[in-house]
C-alpha cells in the first residue's frame, strides 16, 4: 500500500514538472516573438530590416551626424556671406576683376548719382564719328548698352582684385613680411567715361602685415625669388562711398587675400587681417 502511494506521489510530482516545462516554452516563445520585424514587412524609414536594437539606431545617427555637418556648413557659409556684405548696399554680389567702365558704373550706383548717359552716348566713338545718317541708330545701340552696364552693378558689395602684391623684403624684428600694396596709402585707380575712380583699403594698416614666423621666412624667401614675383588676389568689402568731382573714391575693406608665386603659380598663403 505504501509503496503504491510512492508511485503516485513520483507520478504527480513528474507531472507538475512536465507542466511547468511547457509553460516555461511557451513564455521563452512569447518573449522572443514580441517585438521582432516581421520579415516580409519593409523597415520603417532610418531602421534596419533585421538586426539588433544597436544596428537599427547606427543609420540614424549616421543622419543626424550628417545633418550636423550640412548644418555647420551652411552656417559657414552664411558667416562668409556676412562678411562680404556691404553696409552701403547692403550687396552681396562680388565683382571679379572688372574693367574701368563697370566701376565707373559702380560709382554712380553706390554714390546714387544720375548716369549723365547722354553726355556718354555722344562721346562714344561709334556715335561721334558715324556719318550723319547712320548717328540714330548708333545712340539707340550706344545707350542700350550703357543702361545695360548700369543694371549689372546693382547689388554689388565686394570687389575681388587680382594685383602685384609688392611685397616687401621680411622683417626679423616684427616677424612679417609687408603687402605694400595694401598700405593705406595704395589706391588701384580706374580711368573711363571721363571719370577717375579710385579705390583704396580703410583697414590697410592691418592688412599689409603679413606675418610669418622666422624659421619659414627664408623659405618663403627661397621660393618667391624677388618681390615682384608675387601676386594676390585680394577679396574686397565696399564700406563707403566719397563723391569727388570728375569721379570719387570707392572705400573698400580687405576681407582676406590669396599670395601666390607668379612664374610657377605656387600657393604661399592665404591672409586674413588680424581685425576689421
Known sequence: MDSHLCVLDRQ????RIALLFVAAAGMLAACGGAGAPDAGAPAAP???????SSGATAPTARLDTAANASSTASSADSSRAAAVTSPVN?????LVNPDANTVVF????LAHLPLPIDTWVEEDSRVKYAPAPDKAAHRIAVRAELQSAATSVK????????????LSDYDPSYGEFTVRALSPSSVVGFDALGQK??????????AQIWRVPQAEAQGIRDKIGYSSNVEMDVL????DVLPGPGGGTIVTEVVEYDLRETQRGVALARVQPASR
Open 46 to 52: 532610418g531602421t534596419a530590416a533585421t538586426g539588433s
Open 90 to 94: 547692403g550687396g552681396t554680389r562680388e
Open 236 to 239: 574686397l568689402r565696399i564700406v
Open 12 to 15: 504527480r510530482a513528474m507531472a
Open 197 to 206: 575712380v579710385q579705390v583704396n583699403f580703410k583697414n590697410g594698416r592691418t
Open 155 to 166: 547689388g554689388i558689395g565686394a570687389l575681388r582684385l587680382t594685383m602685384n602684391a609688392n
Open 106 to 109: 559702380l560709382y554712380y550706383e
